[in-house]
């Protein structure tokens, strides 16, 4: 399974950016599909992220700004990040979690993106 991750750049302090992670392979769903973000000096922290089925789920950071979104039949999850803060500089990482069938059944598998950059200036 490839994630491919887009819709990252530099933008000022109260713009907006739209990311999108585009997945491809052999699967048969995508049970779990997040976005997470890393700061220079900071761990990795989730942001959203949005099940199959059942709500959506955001950090208290960026609730009421950024929504999340996915399109089944594209393999495809957006990020919708308006009023952007100087804090909100990081790399973003697509993360999936997915059903694979093996010949020990039906397994979950993670995946990671490569991450793409997003810039906010003050």
């Known amino acids: 399974v490839h994630l491919v991750e887009s819709g990252g750049g530099l933008v000022q302090a109260g713009g907006s950016l739209r990311l999108s992670c585009a997945a491809s392979g052999t699967f048969l769903s995508i049970a779990v599909m997040s976005w997470y973000r890393q700061a220079p000096g900071k761990e990795r922290e989730l942001v959203a992220s949005v099940p199959s089925a059942g709500p959506t789920n955001y950090a208290d950071s960026v609730k009421g700004r950024f929504t999340i979104s996915r399109d089944n039949a594209l393999n495809t999850m957006y990020l919708q990040m308006n009023s952007l803060k100087s804090e909100d500089t990081a790399v973003y990482y697509c993360?999936?979690?997915?059903?694979?069938?093996?010949?020990?059944?039906?397994?979950?598998?993670?995946?990671w993106g490569q991450g793409t950059q997003v810039t906010v200036s003050s």
């Open positions: 993360y999936c979690n997915v059903r694979r069938s093996t010949t020990s059944g039906v397994q979950y598998y993670a995946y």
